[in-house]
């Protein structure tokens, strides 16, 4: 039956089909979340009672919509923890806390996730500007033109939307297509952003149509690297940002990324020459137990002109451990030490400066060991060995499939 007391097709397809007025409203999120539901209560009864219980929650009381919030990030994390495919768009809360803090998005400057997943990173950055809001205009200027995202997965694409709207975001812009689908050719300034903050896929690979979006010296399987020149081009130039100082990035990238030559190597030559790479937190062991044991580091570099010098900083792990598990995760207290010294920076036994003339000398190697550390022997689990190895496997095959291009573009000369 439907509000006007006639009989229809059923309440999803009569969901699905809502549209807003303008193409801009929660009536256009709801019909787009209800596109990818299907409707698995077999009982009319049960179902009357979830829609009588629902009906009873005040969606205009904020303390209501912000426990609905933690339920749906409770949510979330459960299905992380469960089998299946949902453990791949997670990124721990404290790694997105405390690129949020660090990176600081202010109110009237755009935020973008091209890999956006649940929406973790757009959800802390909506947030943090939040708090930044004082009059009805910063809460329109908020919810109008601030958070966007790029999702092409249909699950975390779903999950996404409604993780942004239980949070308060009255219309998320998230993309549905793959933000890799566009040549880097084409986006211009109208296309750009101030602040990109994202956990790119990594270890996938992607079709040979989409490397034709990217320059020919650069083209490589490894999608990580593919995300790191669209982000290199969707950062604001310096002049077009609210501080004039360019956009700004913090990625979460696997060791790979560091020490990788060739095509990877030419990336990360554009990367120092044409922005500042100022600082790189190298995180311990297990932070992404236990979907992968590849170490993984923080990224964090602006569009204000070439490097000069990079700032490593490696995070401990908690005394008396050799790593991160799933019973005992990373906390966002143990980055207060990090937090206290990113504004006061200072050589010590976890911080340590390597000017860029180091790093270009060495191929572009940005895999730089603490040289405080006493350490003398790397001990490493047998998981992250076997990751290495398929690492290196990976990038023999890349190098090999370089050479048959070049063999074969001979032949047609």
């Known amino acids: 039956m439907l509000p006007d007391g006639t009989r229809g097709p059923g309440l999803f397809a009569y969901l699905r089909s809502l549209q807003g007025t303008n193409g801009g409203d929660r009536r256009d999120v709801i019909a787009t979340v209800f ?10 009864y049960l179902l009357r009672d979830v829609i009588n219980k629902i009906n009873g929650i005040n969606f205009t009381s904020s303390e209501e919509i912000h426990t609905l919030g933690y339920l749906y990030e409770s949510l979330l994390k459960e299905m992380r923890d469960a089998a299946g495919d949902s453990g791949e768009f997670y990124t721990p809360r404290p790694v997105i806390r405390l690129i949020v803090n660090l990176i600081d998005p202010q109110l009237g400057e755009t935020v973008l996730d091209p890999a956006a997943g649940t929406g973790g990173f757009l959800v802390e950055a909506f947030e943090h500007m939040k708090k930044q809001c004082r009059t009805a205009e910063d809460f329109a200027k908020l919810q109008q033109g601030s958070i966007f995202g790029i999702e092409a997965k249909p699950l975390p694409y779903l999950l996404c939307q409604m993780n942004l709207l239980l949070h308060g975001l009255e219309y998320p812009q998230i993309d549905p297509d793959n933000a890799l689908g566009f040549p880097l050719r084409e986006i211009g300034d109208k296309d750009r952003v101030d602040v990109i903050m994202t956990n790119p896929p990594f270890g996938g690979e992607e079709e040979k149509g989409i490397l034709g979006n990217f320059p020919e010296d650069k083209q490589t399987a490894e999608t990580a690297l593919l995300f790191l020149q669209l982000i290199m081009r969707k950062l604001r130039r310096p002049g077009t940002t609210p501080s004039g100082r360019g956009g700004r990035c913090g990625i979460v990238v696997p060791n790979g990324t560091l020490f990788g030559d060739g095509v990877c190597a030419r990336i990360k030559q554009e990367l120092l020459e044409d922005f500042n790479l100022h600082t790189i937190v190298r995180l311990p062991n297990g932070v992404f137990a236990p979907y992968t044991g590849i170490p993984t580091n923080l990224l964090f570099f602006e569009r204000s002109g070439p490097t000069k010098e990079i700032w490593y900083y490696e995070h401990p792990l908690p005394e008396g451990r050799n790593s991160y598990t799933k019973t005992k995760p990373l906390q966002f207290e143990e980055f207060a030490p990090l937090l206290e010294w990113w504004n ?29 550390s006493g350490e003398t022997v790397e001990h490493r689990s ?10 290196k496997e990976k990038r023999i095959m890349e190098i090999v499939l370089e050479i048959q291009q070049v063999l074969r573009g001979r032949d047609h000369e």
Not at 382 to 391: A, G, H, L, S
């Open 35 to 44: 596109r990818g539901v299907i409707n698995r209560m077999q009982s009319g």
């Open 344 to 372: 006061k920076r200072e050589e010590n036994e976890r911080a340590w400066k390597v000017p860029v003339e180091q790093v270009v000398e060495n191929g572009y190697n940005l895999d730089i060991k603490n040289p405080n």
């Open 382 to 391: 047998p998981e992250e060995i076997v990751e290495n190895i398929i690492e």
